[in-house]
């Protein structure tokens, strides 16, 4: 079984509450109707009830729940609790209304907040900074990581690289330029999200333009300087670098510039030193490979919110919000 199938067996085995924010956009619909018509998750969808009807002609969507923000008796809660958590940065009460009648990311990312939804999809037709700064704002880090960040799980057909050709991706979406210290938790991070999700042993490589000093610069040093920390608040997952991809992934590249190394050449965790790599490098991948990719997910955050790319179609919708029910499944 590929992997999108086994999460959603998983997703199936304990069904979580996915809330929807995106009623203005088809594939939102075209996903909730197979979602619902699998049983893969609960899904709420916010809007009002005659715009979500004709967003959704011709589908099944009748075991979807749907909360229009204008009349839902748990607003006025939300704009409580909303104003409780951000009054120290001046939330006021009309403020806190208008704003989660106005935008329904931050309607849903409250209803996560409350306990309402176990977990949000969004990003098909926001940016990734609209998405995320609700719930970075809102529902804040989880206890014991120093950031949130995110990744992208990568299915690359035909591919004997990496965990048979699945890897994670990280940072592709989220923190732009990470220093040191921010790299190593990604790492950290990103090993434990490909542990959970993928469900086997994570070998993480920190990619450079260089592989164990061959080139040197102050980009290369950041690298290096992340590795050293990661390797050292992580000891019990497989950390290494710096590496160059090929290095990182192809057996034989990797025993020729790194010979011994026991991560060289065998890595199924990617960490890209900054947002630019990441996010260009996961697109050439799905684009020119023809590779699945789910995310951006969200990593290091107390409950799941997860982001999309523009560019999605409705079947990775559909794998993200599995994801996302696996992940609510363990928090
Ligand atoms: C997500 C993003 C918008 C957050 O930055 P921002 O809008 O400038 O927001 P702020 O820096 O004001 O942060 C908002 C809140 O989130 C918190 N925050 C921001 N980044 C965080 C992170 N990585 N981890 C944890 N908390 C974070 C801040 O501490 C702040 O909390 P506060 O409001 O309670 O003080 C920004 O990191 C971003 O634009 N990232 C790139 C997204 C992107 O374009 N990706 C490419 C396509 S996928
Ligand atoms: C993840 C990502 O790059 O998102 P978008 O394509 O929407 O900018």
Redesign the pocket.
């Known amino acids: 079984m590929g992997f999108i199938d086994e999460i959603k067996v998983r997703a199936k085995s304990n069904r979580q509450t996915i809330v929807l924010p995106e009623t203005e956009d088809r594939r939102t619909y075209e996903a909730a109707a197979e979602i619902l018509n699998e049983d893969i998750a609960n899904l709420i969808l916010v809007g009002k009830k005659e715009d979500i009807e004709k967003g959704g002609e011709g589908l099944d969507l009748s075991k979807a729940t749907i909360i229009d923000p204008a009349t839902s008796e748990k607003t006025s809660s939300y704009i409580e609790l909303l104003v409780e958590l951000r009054k120290s ?1 001046g939330m006021t009460a009309e403020q806190a209304e208008a704003l989660l009648l106005k935008d329904y990311l931050y309607y849903g990312v409250m209803m996560v907040k409350a306990g309402d939804a176990d977990g949000m999809v969004a990003g098909a037709c926001h ?3 609209d998405v ?2 609700p719930s ?2 809102i529902l804040k ?1 989880k206890p014991g990581t120093k ?3 995110s990744f992208f799980v990568m299915v690359v057909p035909d591919c004997e690289y990496g965990a048979d050709g699945t890897f994670v991706f990280s940072d592709a ?4 330029n990470p220093t040191a210290e921010e790299l190593a938790a990604i790492a950290g991070s990103s090993a434990a999200s490909f542990e959970q999700l993928v469900g086997k042993e994570p070998v993480v490589a920190l990619l450079s333009h260089s592989t164990m000093g061959s080139a040197k610069h102050a980009d290369v040093d950041k690298v290096v300087e992340a590795t050293k920390i990661a390797k050292e608040t992580y000891p019990n997952f497989k950390i290494d670098g710096e590496f160059q991809t090929d290095a990182a992934i192809v057996p034989s590249v990797g025993q020729s510039k790194a010979p011994g190394n026991e991560i060289a050449g065998k890595a199924n965790v990617l960490i890209f030193p900054d ?1 630019d790599a990441g ?1 260009i490098g996961y697109k050439l991948v799905q684009r020119l490979a023809k590779a699945e990719a789910y995310g ?1 997910v969200t990593q290091g955050i107390s409950k799941p919110v997860n982001d999309l790319s523009r560019g999605c179609s409705a079947e990775d919708i559909v794998g993200v919000i599995a994801i996302t029910a696996v992940q609510a499944q363990n928090m």
Not at 173 to 176: E, F, T, V
Request: some cysteine; overall charge positive; proline content about 5%.
């Open positions: 940065k940016s990734t900074a995320l700064r970075l704002q880090t950031l949130v960040s979406g989220l923190c732009q947002l996010n951006p």
